[in-house]
């Protein structure tokens, strides 16, 4: 039996979703689940519907609830942090700034993705508090950090605080599962596949289907549909993603060539018909149609609660959920032994050509209070060429802005966006940004 704290526990679905992966866990029967919160409102409801769930399964889990973090925090034996601080309308008035400007999707994961530095100063700030506040209530306690930004967050935290016990978690691997059904493996089919590369830039490079090469299924599928029409139900082939394997031998998997982060390369975005070409619709339509799920499944959740006659169960038969976490506190608690993805620092090389010091999604044993990388093969030299360029480049840049509050490094970061034409754009855009009433905070911290 062990104590989970979930921070950020009033994102509604994805918090009574995983407690009904909890509930499931035969390992994890009897544990407690510490929810905490800041708005009141949201977690009073997920409380209300844990509670009301486990005593229709008859399930074992002990919940409490707080708005205080280190009430929660004390005695915990794991942290799964699921919080962002800034609301979605935050980002979206900077994208609004950002589009006056000229910035456009496909140019850097900085400004045109929920990536922005402008809420990623908020994330990296309450990432540090966090984590201080584990390092004094519970030492000795696993920080699953599932909050975006992943790899910036990770390679900022296991940098800067090298005695906590974590891992960066993203559920985007599981995209090579879905590939691999799309391209004939049943659920009884051996599937073995390796992913390298930091969070929301990794790629598919060595995988089997059975006893057969998943580069040569693949091959003889794109024969057959190579220029099918972008559709959601085969998602996993836009024209973006046939493009780019063919050029590179490579596939992106999760963020890495969708509609999100997805975005990049720009070059795949430079006109309306050529974005609808290659990406089947606008970015922008993608991302109102994520904000308004997110909305409408927070009202779902409040309803529910309020709605006492109906079935949580029933409802929660609906509801997605990442498969990663549970199974790694079952892992590591109680020494299940699993082969799973996970974000930690490159130490050793663990994927060639990356810098050791910085954060990447890398496969490795958990087992007993043990997280074991395993190495990987290297990327292409393109490919490695691309990770450097696009993604290590300007998070080190931003991570050392953000670290020495240098407004210059901040002008930099923008800088390296490619549809920054200018100086003054680059500082009349970065003003702009700051200047937004709620951002006073982060307008002091940068000198």
């Known amino acids: 039996m062990v104590k989970i704290s979930l921070i950020g526990a009033g994102s509604g679905c994805f918090s009574i979703g995983l407690v009904r992966e909890l509930c499931a866990s035969k390992y994890l029967a009897g544990s407690t689940v510490s929810l905490m919160d800041i708005n009141a409102e949201r977690l009073d409801a997920v409380y209300g519907l844990c509670l009301r769930y486990t005593k229709e399964i008859s399930g074992t889990l002990r919940f409490e609830k707080t708005l205080d973090r280190a009430e929660s925090l004390k005695g915990a034996d794991f942290i799964i942090n699921t919080a962002l601080t800034a609301p979605h309308k935050r980002l979206t008035d900077g994208w609004e700034i950002a589009d006056r400007y000229g910035f456009k999707f496909g140019g850097s994961y900085h400004i045109k993705y929920d990536e922005a530095f402008w809420i990623n100063f908020y994330q990296f700030k309450f990432f540090e508090s966090l984590t201080r506040d584990i390092l ?56 073995t596949y390796q992913i390298n590369g930091p969070n929301h830039f990794v790629w598919l490079n060595k995988a089997h289907i059975r006893d057969k090469n998943f580069f040569g299924v693949l091959d003889e599928w794109l024969q057959k549909n190579g220029r099918t029409p972008y559709d959601w139900n085969i998602w996993p082939f836009s024209l973006k993603h046939k493009d780019f394997y063919a050029r590179h031998g490579v596939v992106g998997i999760g963020d890495t060539l969708n509609w999100t982060g997805a975005c990049w390369p720009w070059f795949y975005h430079t006109d309306d018909e050529t974005e609808k070409e290659f990406c089947g619709f606008a970015p922008m339509d993608g991302w109102n149609g994520y904000f308004n799920g997110v909305k409408n499944a927070a009202e779902s959740i409040i309803g529910l609660a309020k709605d006492t006659d109906r079935s949580v169960s029933e409802f929660l038969g609906a509801v997605g959920t990442d498969d990663l976490m549970v199974p790694l506190v079952e892992s590591l608690a109680c020494n299940v032994p699993r082969l799973m993805y996970v974000n930690l620092l490159n130490k050793g090389g663990l994927a060639p050509g990356i ?35 696009d993604r290590v480049g300007p998070v080190e840049m931003e991570l050392a802005a953000y670290n020495e509050g240098r407004l210059s490094m901040l002008e930099e970061l923008v800088l390296m966006d490619k549809w920054a034409v200018s100086v003054k754009q680059a500082r009349d855009f970065i003003k702009e940004i700051l200047d937004l009433p709620y951002h006073a905070e982060m307008k002091a911290h940068y000198k």
């Open 136 to 191: 004094e209530h519970c030492p000795k306690a696993w920080h699953l950090m599932v909050a975006n930004p992943v790899f910036s967050g990770t390679t900022l935290l296991m940098r800067k605080y090298p005695d906590v016990k974590m891992a960066g978690l993203c559920h985007g691997y599981a995209h090579a599962k879905r590939i691999a059904e799309k391209l004939g493996c049943a659920s009884g089919d051996s599937f």
């Open 355 to 389: 810098p050791e010091d910085i954060a990447v999604e890398i496969q490795a044993l958990c087992q007993r209070d043990e997280i074991r990388p395993i190495a990987g093969d290297p990327l292409p030299k393109d490919m490695i060429a691309y990770v450097l360029r």
